[in-house]
């Protein structure tokens, strides 16, 4: 799927630094730098931006179905973290499970290189 950065980004995802990388038939990539703005009170990434890579990469999954005349809001998201991110990059894969006429059910994984960080699945609706 064809997308612009100002298509497939918001005002909160740049302000993380957020970038969609890949999008197209249920499935969509994007990455996050570790920056200093994400470091939680002990050095390493902030749950909470793992997270928001985590909804912003599946909700783009669902946009790669239903196209960016349509929006998807979160329903319900689910997130279990494996590991500590200190430096370097993340890259979020998120891939739509069933495409239903009202909600989509995705599943994701965080990886830093080969390494697995978080892994989630959330509901989302279609408006």
Known sequence: MEF???QASSQFSR???IEAVS?????????LPMGEH???RGGV???GAIFSLLDIAMGLACTSLHGFDRKSVTLECKINYLRAVAEGEILCRAKVLHAG????VVEA???QGDA???KGQGTFAQL
């Open 109 to 111: 994984e965080v990886l």
């Open 23 to 31: 999008l197209g038939d249920g499935v969509a990539e994007a990455r």
């Open 101 to 104: 006429r009202r909600t989509l």
């Open 4 to 6: 612009t950065d100002a």
């Open 45 to 47: 990434m902030h749950g």
């Open 38 to 40: 994400l470091r939680n």
């Open 116 to 118: 697995l960080v978080a």
């Open 15 to 17: 302000m993380l630094g």
